[in-house]
Nanobody
């Protein structure tokens, strides 16, 4: 399943942004939605994941990241607070089933285009 992230843009340091990942099939409300990012010149890394049965999750490495699921809208949001220049990256959402696995090498499906987040200092 290929998912498309949206909502990126240019933000000043310290600001917040909410990225969206909308899927057509309501059944994906029971799947884990993973968020990854790839900064310029760096490898893709996992930043957050929400399990299929949950509606909220914290980031993998930082409390500045929060994932929220809106089941009525078939959408998962990645809220990023206190953005820093090092958060500049292309952000992707992806799913491989009901469980989380934030190792990008393990993602089985195709990657969507991602959405660019640029944080200015």
């Amino acid at each position: 399943v290929q998912l498309q992230a949206s909502g990126g843009g240019l933000v000043q340091s310290g600001g917040s942004l909410r990225l969206s990942c909308t899927y057509r099939a309501p059944g994906l409300n029971n799947w884990a939605i993973m968020w990854f990012r790839q900064a310029p010149g760096r490898e893709r890394e996992g930043v957050a994941c929400i399990y299929g049965g949950n509606d909220r999750a914290d980031g993998e490495h930082s409390s500045r990241f929060t994932v929220v699921r809106d089941r009525a809208k078939n959408t998962v949001y990645l809220q990023i607070n206190n953005l820093q220049p090092e958060d500049t990256a292309v952000y992707y959402c992806a799913t491989d089933g009901p469980l989380c696995n934030l190792n990008p090498a393990h993602h089985r499906g195709p990657w969507g285009q991602g959405t660019l987040v640029t944080v200015s200092s």
